[in-house]
């Protein structure tokens, strides 16, 4: 270390042994001075500007070489929006320290570097102390206008916000005071102008609530468009209070809404309804008259198909038909006759050419009393097996050939058969024929027995051979 | 209670750009070890002359 004094070297010693000087106190001072730089950066870490700018302030008091300190405080007087002290400050430790000055070098850049932003809070001071005149004049309005410009523009100046804040208790706007304290607070929080301020409006606001210190005639007002509108407590409060009228239009609201609906909205949702159901009953029986169309049509066309084929039926039974009358044909001439009857009854007839038919029937009158025979035994085998229905088919298929076969028996089994199964009608029509044909033969008269007595109820036993 | 009138005499305007050569100039840059060279050196003249 140099002597503050001669500059000679001095080491760790407490006096200059060149020139006598303190070189202790000169210490002392020094060391004095960074005691209270690091009270200052202590309080700007947490926000008490005002606090760390007066220790700062202090330290260079004491030291005015302590180039961190005046960096600080440049930041800080920065830092609450009083621009052109912090330039001076950093212009000012760049000249005592020129070399190894990285921050104010860096600080001063910044500025240098955005011209507009000089301009800009340079305009935002101006109006700050225009409105300080406008308020020494009692211009308390125009002061109000300007500050709220100022706080837009540089939102960090903590005395314009103040100075706000007074204007506002001043006008009894206490709740705006306390918003723009609060603002305030947060960028210098212990700064004791502020803190006395916020106190004052917080007592103000107790006895404003409390109503102490209401008058009777208290105003209030209020922005509606361009307008401002001024009104007294009880006028708003009775504006306010609207409860009672809103619900007798509630109300009123509702009884109007139910006889609307009442006297013009059901007949209108009635007559609707039954025009529509007339609608849908004659779209309905539109609907069913196309169906019947449609369905009358695909009865024709099944009817079509049905006689396609039949027809294609019949042109398929043509070969047959023939391979059965051949069959029946060989079967005769072999002597079979039993087997040429099976075969031709096979056969249609009515699908034959004309010497197909020939044939048909030269053979079938030849073999006609087998086949009879044949219907007339498998008529007695299903009569005896008490089989009525079967046994009719095959005495009328007899009786259609011949109805006098056997003497009239096939005749009168067939009435024997309507008999049984209660038929009394055929029955009789049966019994009368035999008795026309027959009437001396056991058949003759056993049917007379039955037509006399109308005793359709007897056993066939009783009748005898 | 807060005075407004006394309030507002504790706000003083800004220094503007334009003021901060002369605010620079004006600053009294004094500090304690500059009252230490001058009481030394007001001390060594002291005891040269007697």
Redesign the interface.
Known sequence: MQCFMCGAEVGNEKVCYNCGADILLYKQIVYTSYVFYNQGLEKAKVHDLSGAIEALKTSLQYYKYNTRARNLLGLCYYQVGDTVRAINEWVLSKNLQEEDNPTADRYLAEIENDPGLLTKLNSTIKKYNQAIEYCKAGSRDLAMIQLKKVISQNPNLVKAHQLLALLYIQDEKYADARKVLSAAAKIDSNNTTTIRYIHEVKELLKEQNTGKRRKKNDVFTFNDGNDTVIMNEHALRSMLDTTKTSLINIVLGLVVGLLICFFLIVPTVKDNMAEGNTDTILALNENLSEERDKNQELQEEIDKLKSSLSAYDETQDIPTSYENLLAAQNAHAAGDDAAAAESIQLVSKEVLGTAGKTAYDSLYTTLAPTIIQGYYEDGNTFYGDENYESAIVNFQTVVDIDEKYNNGAALFLLGDCYRLTGDSAKALECFNKVVELYPGNQWGRQAKVYIAADDTELSATEVGD | ??D?EE??K???????????EA??KA?D??????L??NI??QQ?ATATTK
């Open positions: 209670m807060i407004f309030e507002l504790k706000f003083e305007p800004a220094i503007e750009v334009e003021q901060a605010d620079i600053r840059l004094t500090d304690l070890t500059d230490l060279v030394s050196s060594n």
